[in-house]
């Protein structure tokens, strides 16, 4: 079946701009999550869901970073001013349930000029 | 805190070989435990896992890794090595009384020679 997909797979931004990327995860499974990963890192935990609520957002590293789930399956990762700093490889993955193991998306590389 | 140390950041074998990539995390119970592998532009592909019972675990793809709680390692290991096995390797723990939140390694990219 259709695995974890992430839109749009580059974005390249301005410093100061908003955006937004997309995660949808495979068909019913429950639980969400996003993740960071650096260059030459692996992946940092940002922000998990378990259906439509954020369960843990510990990972969010300050207040311009804010992730939504509205209706239980796609998810939105948002960022306002958008700093060189947040360039960086977002991961999506999702579990059918929250000790299931995750599978991830192929992520969205983000660029901040 | 949870954390996973690879110690390795770059390892080369000859096509044929073994390999080893080494793991150790910091957990005070017994962690839930991955391996993932990540080519380029694709995204992270589970391995193998590690929940309880025996302590060897056998993977996709030929790997195996190997759970010691006296050495707090969960070393990856392959007898012999393909070409297309060239890849980045993350370790991963996800605690037991908070399963949803990984923590990685920060990877060993693994080269293979012909």
């Known amino acids: 079946g259709a695995g974890v997909s992430q839109t749009p797979s580059n974005k390249v931004t301005e410093k100061g701009k908003y955006v937004e990327l997309r995660c949808d995860p495979i068909s019913g499974h429950t639980a969400l999550y996003w993740y960071r990963q650096s260059l030459g890192q692996g992946p940092e935990f940002l922000i998990y869901?378990?259906?439509?609520?954020?369960?843990?957002d510990s990972g969010l590293p300050n207040d311009r970073f804010f992730a939504v789930r509205p209706e239980g399956s796609v998810s939105t990762l948002k960022i306002q001013r958008t700093e060189r700093g947040d360039s960086a490889v977002y991961l999506c993955?999702?579990?059918?349930?929250?000790?299931?193991?995750?599978?991830f998306g192929p992520g969205t590389r983000l660029t901040v000029l | 805190a949870q954390s996973v140390t690879q110690p390795d950041i770059h390892i080369t074998v000859s096509e044929g070989a073994s390999l080893e990539l080494r793991c150790n995390y910091s957990y005070g119970a017994t962690p839930y435990l991955f391996w993932y592998v990540q080519s380029p532009g694709q995204g992270l592909q589970l391995l193998l896992k590690?929940?309880?019972?025996?302590?060897l675990v056998q993977g996709i793809k030929g790997f195996e890794a190997e759970f010691k709680r006296s050495q707090s390692s969960f070393n990856l290991r392959k007898p012999s090595v393909h070409w297309s096995d060239a890849a980045e390797y993350f370790c991963?723990?996800?605690?037991?009384?908070?399963?949803?939140?990984?923590?990685f390694g920060s990877g060993t990219k693994l080269n293979v020679k012909p």
């Open positions: 590690y929940f309880s019972g025996d302590t």
């Open positions: 993955a999702s579990s059918l349930y929250n000790t299931d193991t995750q599978y």
């Open positions: 991963a723990v996800g605690a037991t009384n908070n399963f949803n939140k990984f923590y």
């Open positions: 869901f378990q259906g439509t609520g954020a369960a843990d």
